[in-house]
């Protein structure tokens, strides 16, 4: 059975989610915050595998157009380190408002600032897998 991680892969912070058994949904997981290029490869490398990840996802972002942008360029080059790293399979989500839409519920549950942080990329990251994971179960993969 496929088992999905997805990474909201931010330049501070990586946002990490993992799909329900069944790949109906996803949960956030956790947030890591970044230490350097290396060691943040080696550290998504080791927390797909604890969580048996079968297939990766990683958001891309995307200007509002859909057109890329310069912080896509950095996490393709992330992502391109990743594929090195890893004989998992890694695709690409688009990422588009999750980060927004991840706030707002943060906010609307009353979270103060300073603890969103600790949070929101974590929950940005099960905004993209859900997407994917839509998608997929919409096509019958």
Do not use: W
Request: glycine residues 8%; hydrophobic residues 40%.
């Amino acid at each position: 059975m496929e088992r999905y991680v997805a990474f909201d892969i931010g330049d501070k912070r990586i946002g990490v989610a993992i799909s329900d058994p069944f790949n109906s949904y996803a949960l956030p997981s956790q947030t890591y915050f970044r230490k350097g290029f290396k060691e943040d490869v080696s550290a998504l490398v080791k927390i797909a595998a604890e969580k048996g990840a079968t297939v990766i996802v990683c958001g891309l972002p995307l200007n509002f157009d859909g057109t890329e942008a310069v912080q896509t360029e950095k996490t393709r080059r992330f992502i391109d380190a990743l594929r090195a790293a890893t004989t998992v399979p890694i695709v690409c989500g688009d990422e588009r408002f999750t980060t927004k839409m991840a706030h707002e519920v943060l906010i609307s549950e009353g979270m103060r600032r300073e603890k969103r942080k600790n949070y929101v990329d974590a929950l940005a990251a099960a905004n993209i897998l859900d997407g994917y994971l839509n998608a997929i179960n919409k096509k019958g993969v």
